[in-house]
């Protein structure tokens, strides 16, 4: 069973075209696992077994009649419960949340027509901005790292579920970081793809013009092949952006020789002060790049303070926009964390919103200029180790000591990988980051250094 | 802030039915608000706006 829950999505395609392995055994290995640990993570909010089960039936039937869709066909993932599916509720980790979807979001389409075999919704942050609670409907999910510890977010769930071996693919959204925080505290990989690469239609907005969708694995490779499925112009979402999609896999072993890596140090050395240990992994890391034949030389951006004003004041305003009716009716349904964080935007004043976005304006050019003779930065995701997730003052601490912001404030493509552990064990990680559009150069990146450490191999303790 | 200045700027946002609880997290809010436009520079100029355009559709092609 061990070896089912953590197969990556890479091999698992290849194992079902061989037909060495049965979609419908593979599914069903993965519910009886989410069946037996969820009780103790809290990564699903909820589980639909008949219609994976379906799914993966019409998978295998499928590709026994010679018709393979691709790699995702009989594969099975998860999906962030912001991200509509026909039929099912759209909860938001919510009480307020209790719409049924009338239509699949485009990225659902997409998964289910590559052959997708969908497990169920994964918890949230409520609404993708407050968390962890306990005052929800549904407790929050836990990391399988550490004893009782917090696994980052919004995309909870999703790294979670990766963490655990209870799937191989999930989707996470970021407005702030909310793919690769989870990504980061729960050993695994994410990407905030570039901003309007992903289409956002039928996905519950957190705010509008910050709002990405992401792909959330255990290896870069699997990470890569999943973009492949998502990415695509969406005419009717109006970020989305009508930009050609390149094969994703196809530098992965180019290797880093040759290439110019800016280090973005002052975000977790003046900025911030990082961990040690976490400052450390990063140092490491660019010492590993450099062996591996990259050129890592320091780079200077605007300080994190100044993206983080830019970003908070949009995602407050936005955020509001969305829930202020909600909030004037009912505002005791909301968990105490997302009210505050959302009524924040009620009172910054309209010409204090627009000069925000002139600030992103400016940052972004700034931030560009800086990126030039560069193919792409390594820093920091975020600034400590999970804390243990019943801490509620670690964990406010916490969440604004990220330098994962700018880059929904740019647009920029983002990954966040394991770049080790502390000494007791908790996952620590590290940030690419690239120009528009040039996930492929990430991805490339982040496979080299990968292969080169092994990181991924590490199994949560006891799973 | 004093208590009814907090439930004026709550009502001008229709935000009526807080509670006294709801509104201590409200006053911080305003405060936090308050604090994030102080740190907004201040040379920003009408000229750096890039999000607030807007955009007509193409025109269709002609049929002929």
Same mark, same amino acid.
């Given at each position: 069973m061990s070896e089912l829950a953590f197969l990556g999505l890479a091999d698992a395609a290849q194992l079902i075209r061989a037909r060495k392995l049965s979609p419908v055994e593979y599914t069903r290995a993965l519910l009886e696992r989410i069946e037996r640990l969820d009780s103790r993570y809290? !990564?699903?909010?909820?589980?639909t077994p008949e219609l994976a089960i379906a799914a993966a039936r019409r998978a295998e039937q499928e590709i026994a009649a010679g018709s393979l869709r691709g790699p995702l066909h009989g594969v099975p993932f998860g999906l962030k419960d912001i991200i509509d599916v026909a039929g099912? %509720?759209?909860?938001?980790?919510? =009480? @307020? #949340?209790?719409n049924i979807a009338t239509a699949d979001a485009v990225v659902t389409a997409r998964l289910k027509s590559a052959g997708g075999v969908l497990l169920g919704k994964l918890a949230t942050h409520e609404f993708a901005?407050?968390? %962890?609670?306990?005052?929800?409907p549904w407790p929050p999910a836990v990391n399988p +790292?550490?004893?009782?510890?917090f696994p980052g977010g919004s995309s909870s769930g999703s790294g979670v579920a990766l963490a655990a071996g209870m799937l191989p693919a999930a989707l996470g959204t970021d407005t702030g970081g909310s793919v690769r925080n989870p990504a980061s505290l729960c050993a695994i990989t994410g990407m905030k793809p570039?901003? #309007?690469?992903?289409s956002r239609r039928g996905v519950f907005p957190l705010a509008v013009s910050l709002d990405h969708v992401g792909p959330m694995t255990r290896s870069v490779r699997d990470n890569a092949l999943l973009l492949q499925l998502l990415a695509g112009h969406d005419p009717?979402? %109006?970020?989305?952006a009508d930009v050609e999609v390149p094969d994703? !896999? $196809? *530098?992965?072993? &180019?290797? @880093? =020789?040759g290439l110019e890596i800016g280090l973005i140090r002052h975000f977790y050395a003046e900025d911030m002060q990082a961990d040690p240990e976490q400052a450390q992994a990063i140092e490491t890391a660019a010492d590993v790049l450099r062996r591996l034949g990259a050129s890592v030389r320091e780079i200077r951006l605007v300080s994190l303070q100044e993206y983080a004003t830019c970003s908070r004041i949009i995602i407050r305003c936005e955020a509001f926009a969305v829930h202020r009716r909600w909030l004037q009716q009912? %505002?005791? *349904?909301?968990g105490a964390l997302a009210r505050q964080r959302i009524l *924040?935007? $009620?009172? @910054?004043s309209a010409a204090d919103y627009i000069d925000a976005l002139r600030l992103r304006g400016r940052l972004t050019r700034r931030t560009l200029e800086a990126f030039a003779g560069i193919d792409a930065a390594l820093t920091v995701?975020?600034?400590d180790p999970p804390c243990p997730i019943d801490d509620a003052e670690a964990c406010a601490r916490m969440?604004? &000591?990220? $330098?994962?912001?700018p880059f929904n404030v740019t647009g920029q493509p983002a990954i966040a990988i394991p770049a080790g552990f502390t000494a007791s064990g908790l996952p620590l990680s590290l940030q690419l980051v690239g120009h528009p559009w040039q996930e492929a150069t990430l991805y490339r990146i982040a496979h080299a250094y990968e292969r080169a450490t092994l990181w991924i191999d590490r199994r949560p303790p006891g799973l | 802030m004093d208590e009814e200045r907090v439930r004026e700027i709550a009502a001008a946002a229709g935000? *009526? =039915?807080?509670t006294d609880k709801q509104l201590t997290e409200f006053a911080a809010a305003i405060a936090s608000g308050r604090a994030l436009a102080e740190m907004?520079? =201040?040379?920003?100029? +009408?000229?750096?706006?890039? !999000?607030l355009v807007f955009r007509l559709p193409m025109p269709a092609r002609s049929a002929r």
């Open positions: 809290h !990564a699903f909010i909820r589980v099912q %509720p759209t909860t938001g980790h919510s =009480k @307020v #949340g209790d901005i407050g968390g %962890p609670s306990f005052d929800l +790292w550490g004893g009782n510890h570039t901003y #309007g690469r992903v009717e979402d %109006p970020g989305s994703y !896999a $196809a *530098d992965l072993e &180019r290797g @880093v =020789k009912r %505002p005791g *349904d909301y *924040d935007g $009620a009172t @910054v995701s975020g600034m969440y604004p &000591r990220q $330098a994962r912001q | 935000l *009526d =039915k807080l907004l520079p =201040k040379d920003l100029h +009408w000229s750096e706006e890039s !999000a």
